[in-house]
C-alpha cells in the first residue's frame, strides 16, 4: 500500500501559537488527502478533504479559518492549526487515497497546546 | 451522525481464542472497510468490502456484510496477543466522495 508520512510526531505549543503539520505522500502522487481528528479513547472524526491545486473542502462544524489547509504539490498537504488553543489538543491523522477506494493513513500527529 | 456503532466497545479474550466485533451503519454505503490502530498510532487498514459482497477473507481475518441490516462483522482467529489493538469500521458512503465515516471502534485485550 501506499507510504503516508506525517511530521512532526507530536509539537506542544503555548495557547496563541500556530502549528504547521505536514503530511506527505512518499511514493504516490495524492490528488486527494484527508485530515482527521481524534480525541483520547474516541474515533476519527473527518476534518477536511484537501484537493491538490484547489480549496479544501470542510465538514460541518470545522473552522476553515481556525484550520488552514493547504495541498500545493500532488506530494503534500499541510494543516495549520492558527491560533491554537488547549481545546484544540488532540491527535491530528492524514491519509491518501490509494488506488482502488483504499485509503492510507500517516502515522500521526499529537498537538499538545499548553 | 452518520457515526456507525460498534459492540462491544470493548473486548479481552485469551490467546487463541476468536475474537468477533460489529460494525451498525445508518445509509447506504459504496464499501465497508475494516482498520486497525495500535495505542496512539496511525491506522492500519485490514480489509475492504464492497456493498455488492457478503464475506470476505483475508488470512485470519473474515467480514461478512449485510447491507439489509446494515451491518458487518469483524471475526480475528486463533487470536495473538500481537492483535491486541482498537479496530474502526468505517464506511464510504453512497455519494460521498470517498470520505470514511468511522465506527466507535471496538478495543480488543488478547492475554497471554
Known amino acids: 500500500g501506499a507510504v503516508v508520512s506525517q511530521h512532526p510526531s507530536w509539537v506542544i505549543c503555548k495557547s496563541g501559537t500556530s502549528v504547521k503539520i505536514e503530511c506527505r505522500s512518499l511514493?504516490?502522487?495524492?490528488?486527494?488527502m484527508f485530515w482527521y481528528r481524534q480525541f483520547p479513547k474516541q474515533s476519527l472524526m473527518l476534518m477536511a478533504t484537501?484537493?491538490?491545486?484547489?480549496?479544501?473542502?470542510?465538514e460541518q462544524g470545522v473552522e476553515k479559518d481556525k484550520f488552514l489547509i493547504n495541498h500545493a504539490s500532488l506530494t503534500l498537504s499541510t494543516l495549520t492549526v492558527t491560533s491554537a488553543h488547549p481545546e484544540d489538543s488532540s491527535f491530528y491523522i492524514c491519509s491518501e487515497m490509494g488506488l482502488g477506494e483504499t485509503q492510507y493513513f500517516g502515522p500521526g500527529t499529537r498537538l499538545l497546546v499548553l | 451522525s452518520q457515526q456507525g456503532e460498534e459492540d462491544p466497545q470493548a473486548l479481552s479474550i485469551q490467546e487463541g481464542e476468536n475474537a468477533t466485533m460489529n460494525c451498525s451503519y445508518k445509509t447506504s454505503i459504496n464499501n465497508l472497510q475494516w482498520y486497525r490502530q495500535n495505542s496512539g498510532r496511525g491506522l492500519v487498514h485490514l480489509i475492504l468490502i464492497r456493498s455488492n459482497e457478503r464475506e470476505k477473507h483475508s488470512g485470519r481475518l473474515r467480514v461478512t456484510l449485510d447491507t439489509s441490516k446494515k451491518s458487518s462483522s469483524l471475526l480475528i482467529t486463533a487470536s495473538r496477543a500481537a492483535d491486541t489493538a482498537s479496530y474502526f469500521c468505517?464506511?464510504?458512503?453512497?455519494?460521498?466522495?470517498?470520505?470514511?465515516?468511522f465506527g466507535t471502534g471496538t478495543q480488543l485485550k488478547v492475554e497471554l
Open positions: 468505517a464506511t464510504d458512503l453512497t455519494g460521498g466522495g470517498n470520505k470514511l465515516t
Open positions: 511514493d504516490f502522487q495524492a490528488t486527494t
Open positions: 484537501s484537493n491538490e491545486g484547489s480549496k479544501a473542502t470542510y
